[in-house]
């Protein structure tokens, strides 16, 4: 089966970076929310990290109660970090592998490897009437993993496919499209995210099985420049052109 339809979920994590390099209240998350709203984006997406660098808790209600958008939660696999997504309920739960150390999140999560430490997590969620999914590797391990643990979505990690040049680029590519039609025979919703930009989203967006991509950093460093808007507008343009 083939989606048209490819949604773009906007990662508005670093304007709140921004607003927490001074500490204050601005630039407020919370108006990037309201904007990719009224500007056609298809979903909010936030990490609550576990040092709290960008947003922080309150920053999730607030979002929730600006727009109608779906949330999608990004998280670490913790209680505590579970305890906050039972209360929030936000549309979608993204497991993330999360390290204090990293700029950002550089490896897919070990789904294959921590089974047991996941799959209540995943039920719980589940049973909580929040969409799960699992920020993996493509990687044929991940998605069996995934599948055994009963997550309905996975996102595909495009990290490596981002930072390759020539002939591993196109290997990576070839990865996401095997992997994005594996989870999709699996009956599992592929979507993918990590460093994709206006010069390599299009390759990516032409994989007919991938429902969503999460798109953060390179949209709000544009925005710097342009404005938040013709960003998101551009993003879109570059995904539809890539998918007739
Ligand atoms: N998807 C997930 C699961 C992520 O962790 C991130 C980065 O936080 C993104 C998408 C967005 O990546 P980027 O900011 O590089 O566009």
Redesign the pocket.
Known sequence: MTITRLRLGV?I??VATIRNARGGDHPDPVRAAEIVAACGGDGI?A?LREDRRHIRDEDLARIQAATSLPLNL?MSATEEMLAIALRHSPHAA?I?PERREER??EGGLDAAGQHNRLYPMVQRLGEAGIRVSL?IAPDERQIEAALRLGAPVV?LHTGEYAHAEGEARVAELRRLADMAALAAKNGIEPHA????TYDNVQPVAAIPQLAEL??????IGEAIFCGLEPAVLKMRELMDAARP
């Open positions: 990662n994590d670093h997406t990490h990004e993204c993330v950002t999140t920020f996102e995210g990590h460093g994709l999460n798109i953060g950093h390179y949209l």
